[in-house]
């Protein structure tokens, strides 16, 4: 069982000559929209991966009572997510407002919305246990966040933390308990800095640097997504293992993270060797971006091994 705790979104896209200024208006020819949120994509990401196993996904989070809510949680029933932790809340779903200009720069507003009221209670018991993967972001509230955590570490579950989107302000009381109730923290070059320095450590640019101080003093498995580099994997004794990016020729990275986690999730469950699941997780990502959307391209398990076969 793999266990989503996190965020739906609605992303809507419009493409501009230029990004608007302050107090400036610019017109777009169309807003596309694109299902969307670090725990939904990780979740679509996670089942398509899936597909012929035993392993059930399963999204916890909220939505609306309004036509994105529907969408959203439709979509994720065609991906066969079970969504029966999912709550209808009286706020709006969340959306994310994406202006993409000619030279593939973006800026995007996030109206989180329901997503600020999912709530660890609202997690059914049946949904952690001994043989569960619970998976974690950064676009709910880090309280709920750490009492979900708390909790699959009573049942003794795994416990993997993708600290997406990095955190513009965090107490280092409480990064300290979110990384004390971690198997595998999932970072980009960014995060990983981002997060050590938080914890009063300064790794200057250095990402592998920031992942061994971290997987060292937290005694965990530390694993870094860097693009087109791959990913890295830093044991709490130092040992290192590095996994290639699949040679492709990028359309849209969005959602490239959220696959490795997803398929990262799918292969820990699955038992695989960790070599073997950020392989996998690599090469699902790489795919990812050869089509526009965070989910569309997300590959299903056939097309995943076929990749994998070369």
């Not at 609605?10 to 969307?36: K, N, W």
């Not at 949904?127 to 974690?136: F, I, R």
């Not at 009492?147 to 933390?161: K, L, M, P, Q, S």
């Not at 300290?176 to 971690?182: D, G, K, P, R």
Request: with cysteine.
């Amino acid at each position: 069982m793999i266990t989503i705790f996190g965020s739906i979104n609605m992303d809507l896209v419009a493409r501009v000559e230029s990004i608007a200024r302050p107090g400036e208006t610019v017109l777009s020819r169309r807003a596309d929209s694109f299902f969307g949120g670090k725990g939904a994509n990780q979740a679509v990401a996670a089942a398509r991966a899936c597909q012929g196993s035993s392993i059930k996904v399963a999204m916890a989070a909220a939505v609306g009572d309004d036509a994105f809510g529907k969408a959203c949680i439709d979509n994720l029933r065609k991906n066969d997510v079970d969504v029966t932790a999912v709550q209808i809340s009286g706020e709006p779903t969340g959306c994310a407002f994406i202006t993409v200009d000619g030279q593939g720069e973006n800026a995007i507003t996030v109206a989180s919305g329901a997503n600020l009221v999912v709530r660890a209670a609202d997690l059914p018991g049946g949904l952690l246990s001994a043989v569960s993967v619970l998976v974690l972001q950064m676009e709910v509230p880090l309280v709920e966040n750490l009492e979900v955590a708390r909790r699959a570490r009573r049942e003794g579950a795994t416990v993997i933390w993708n600290v997406a989107p990095a955190p513009a302000a965090v107490e280092r009381s409480a990064m300290a308990e979110m990384l004390a109730s971690t198997d595998m923290l999932v970072v980009n070059e960014h995060e990983a800095i981002s997060v050590a320095a938080i914890m009063g450590q300064d790794a200057g640019k250095d990402y592998l640097k920031a992942a061994s101080i971290l997987a060292r003093s937290c005694n965990l498995l530390c694993i870094v997504t860097a693009g087109a580099k791959g990913a890295f994997a830093v044991s709490p004794d130092g040992t290192q293992s590095h996994a290639n990016a699949f040679p492709v020729k990028p359309v849209d990275t969005t959602g490239a993270g959220d696959t490795f986690v997803g398929v990262l999730a799918c292969g820990v469950a699955e038992g695989r060797e960790m070599n073997d699941a950020m392989h996998r997780a690599c090469v699902a990502a790489s795919l990812s971006c050869m089509t526009a959307g965070a989910q569309e391209g997300m590959p299903s398990r056939d097309r995943l091994e076929k990749a994998l076969a070369g």
